[in-house]
């Protein structure tokens, strides 16, 4: 994802962009019982916060979770609100990070 100029200038280039590389075989250990507990998430928002982590769409998530696209936009809304986060970009890299310090050593 291309990062903001007002980033770039910290890294002494004229523009950036951020590479999120996956491995879905050794997904991010993240239950969504941990984030209810971190963040005080409802059992909806976690899921949400998981199935977003895992860089599913927000109509996919609606589908699997099988509630309206408005629900889940509701959901993400207090997700951010409770993370302080904004995008969802912001979101997975937070969730990321939180994941990768719970995850035992390889």
């Given at each position: 994802?291309?990062?903001?100029?007002?980033?770039?200038?910290?890294?002494?280039?004229?523009?950036?962009?951020?590479?999120l590389?996956?491995?879905?075989?050794?997904?991010?250990?993240?239950?969504?019982?941990?984030?209810?507990?971190?963040?005080?998430?409802?059992?909806?928002e976690?899921e949400?916060?998981?199935?977003?982590?895992?860089?599913?769409?927000l109509?996919?998530?609606?589908?699997?979770?099988?509630?309206?696209?408005?629900?889940?936009?509701?959901?993400?809304?207090?997700?951010?609100e409770?993370?302080?986060?904004?995008?969802?970009?912001?979101?997975?890299?937070?969730l990321?990070?939180?994941?990768?310090?719970n995850?035992?050593?390889?």
């Amino acid at each position: 994802m291309p990062l903001r100029s007002g980033h770039a200038r910290f890294l002494n280039a004229p523009a950036a962009a951020l590479v999120l590389i996956f491995d879905h075989e050794r997904e991010a250990r993240l239950p969504p019982a941990d984030l209810q507990e971190v963040y005080d998430f409802t059992p909806a928002e976690a899921e949400v916060a998981v199935r977003v982590l895992r860089g599913h769409g927000l109509q996919y998530v609606a589908d699997e979770l099988r509630v309206t696209l408005s629900t889940v936009r509701v959901h993400l809304q207090r997700v951010f609100e409770k993370t302080g986060t904004h995008r969802q970009a912001e979101l997975v890299r937070m969730l990321v990070e939180l994941a990768t310090t719970n995850m035992p050593d390889a």
